[in-house]
């Protein structure tokens, strides 16, 4: 079965920090999607960045980078210069690629407060 | 922008009331999810569509029927509401293959008494 797993239920950062959330995730396939998304309290849950797994560069987004580790199935996004805006529930999410219809894995979520 | 929405923030039901859960999106997506968030368990797919009038399970349909009668329209339906199905509903739509963004509704925090 295809996994995905956030180790780390709450994390904590100060403000101009750098953090590193943790994901691992277990497929078979070769060809997928990885995402993070962030879910602000009260707020709606907005895509952060995504990689896909044939691709060898880290994606990045801003203060949003990741590093994908393909054979250690290793995915994990550190946000540079903390904002208090970050902090947020951040998921990663898994796509297996295609013929498997809609079927986005998520974790169990990071909750990530940054400290002022 | 995209947007979704979702015909309640909060809903408050009986044991074994019929539930509608709406949600709306105005992008004309052709895929349609919805999931159930719970503390620890991250999402879950309850259903998904690709198309009017067509879905597919997702890993926990069990207790739950879907409705899409119109593009923008997916309706999540609980057909005895029951205290195990107290939880939070997400729903997302997206564009073409689904490895695409998924864009998020604001959830709807359905509590069953």
């Known amino acids: 079965a295809q996994t995905v797993t956030q180790s780390q239920p709450e994390m904590s950062v100060q403000e101009a920090e750098t953090v590193t959330l943790s994901c691992t995730y277990d497929?078979?396939?070769?060809?997928?999607?990885l995402f993070w998304y962030k879910q602000p309290p009260s707020r709606q849950m907005i895509l952060v960045i995504r990689?896909?797994?044939?691709?060898?560069q880290n994606a990045t987004e801003n203060r949003f980078s990741v590093n994908f580790q393909k054979a250690a199935k290793s995915f994990s996004l550190k946000i540079s210069d903390s904002q208090l805006g970050d902090t947020a529930m951040y998921f990663c999410?898994?796509?297996?690629?295609?013929?498997?219809?809609?079927?986005?894995?998520f974790g169990q979520g990071t909750t990530l407060q940054v400290k002022p | 922008d995209v947007k979704v929405t979702q015909s309640s923030r909060y809903l408050v039901k009986r044991t074994g009331e019929k539930v509608f859960l709406e949600c709306v999106q105005d992008?004309?997506?052709?895929?349609m999810f919805w999931y159930r968030q719970d503390p620890g368990l991250g999402l879950r797919l309850i259903y998904f569509?690709?198309?009017?009038?067509?879905?597919e399970k997702g890993d926990i349909p069990e207790g739950y029927s879907v409705s899409r009668e119109k593009k923008e329209r997916f309706s999540l339906i609980l057909e005895s509401a029951s205290t195990n199905q107290t939880s939070m509903y997400l729903c997302?739509?997206?564009?073409?293959?689904?490895?695409?963004?998924?864009?998020f509704g604001p959830g709807t925090r359905l509590t069953v008494l």
């Open positions: 997302a739509s997206s564009y073409g293959e689904t490895y695409n963004e998924q864009f």
């Open positions: 497929t078979s396939e070769s060809n997928y999607y």
């Open positions: 990689q896909e797994a044939y691709k060898q």
């Open positions: 999410a898994f796509y297996p690629g295609s013929g498997n219809t809609g079927k986005l894995i």
């Open positions: 992008m004309d997506h052709e895929n």
């Open positions: 569509s690709y198309d009017v009038k067509m879905k």
